[in-house]
């Protein structure tokens, strides 16, 4: 459900692609219909952090997560949860319930089943939402993003950490650099690689991330798993 649009680096080395890939377009493709969000008159106004896993890296540097779906099926990205500050770990045991319409959107993008159960148990039961509005609020953040297309070609290229958020900045208006918080880890050759995007908002709004990790050093690797 994430729009890429045009990226910044070319394979190993800074460049260009002019490429341009919608999630949401992909979506509507396969013949999925986009539910609305749903506002809720209980939820509090505040940060809210919609968080991005890049599928292919996370999927080589831990083997745990090999037989999950998004590894198997060979996603680019996958979003993990949504923080919506009400605090975590309220709903042990709890399993999100949604319609088989809503369930396929959440598909697209939250494939396996686990993470989606551990996003509700950690954040979603946590508010006052109901899951189905919860997930709704996740689809629709994720909906209106747009994403530097190389982290959706396959390929893996070495990235300026500066480009790369001036690129997100420039694709998404009302967004600033310190509504990113790009999250690296180690690689084997001891290179950081990008695992994580943050993206915080303020109700509908891009905001200012406050508990920032940002460890990406000044360049990076985008890993395409090839």
């Not at 999630?23 to 219909?33: D, M, S, Y």
């Not at 890296?57 to 745990?64: E, F, G, R, V």
């Not at 689809?139 to 982290?151: C, D, I, S």
């Not at 001036?166 to 695992?195: A, H, K």
């Amino acid at each position: 459900m994430m729009r890429l649009r045009a990226g910044l680096a070319s394979k190993h080395s800074v460049g260009s692609i002019k490429a341009t890939m919608s999630f949401g377009a992909l979506l509507l493709i396969q013949g999925v219909i986009l539910l609305p969000a749903q506002a809720a008159s209980t939820v509090k106004t505040g940060q809210r952090v919609l968080m991005i896993e890049m599928t292919p890296a996370l999927c080589n540097m831990q083997p745990t997560r090999a037989r999950m779906r998004q590894c198997l099926e060979g996603y680019s990205l996958t979003v993990s949860g949504l923080d919506m500050g009400y605090g975590e770990r309220c709903g042990r045991g709890s399993e999100p319930r949604l319609t088989p319409l809503q369930l396929k959107v959440v598909n697209r993008i939250m494939p396996d089943t686990t993470v989606r159960s551990q996003t509700w148990q950690r954040y979603g039961a946590c508010s006052p939402l109901s899951a189905s509005s919860y997930f709704r609020q996740i689809t629709n953040y994720a909906g209106g993003l747009k994403l530097p297309n190389e982290l959706n070609t396959g390929n893996s290229y070495t990235v300026s950490k500066s480009r790369f958020v001036s690129q997100m900045t420039r694709l998404n208006s009302g967004m600033s650099s310190n509504s990113v918080d790009l999250i690296c880890q180690e690689g084997s050759r001891r290179q950081s690689i990008l695992t994580d995007i943050h993206v915080c908002y303020e109700g509908s709004d891009f905001g200012t991330c406050h508990d920032v990790v940002n460890s990406c050093g000044s360049k990076f690797i985008i890993s395409g798993g090839r």
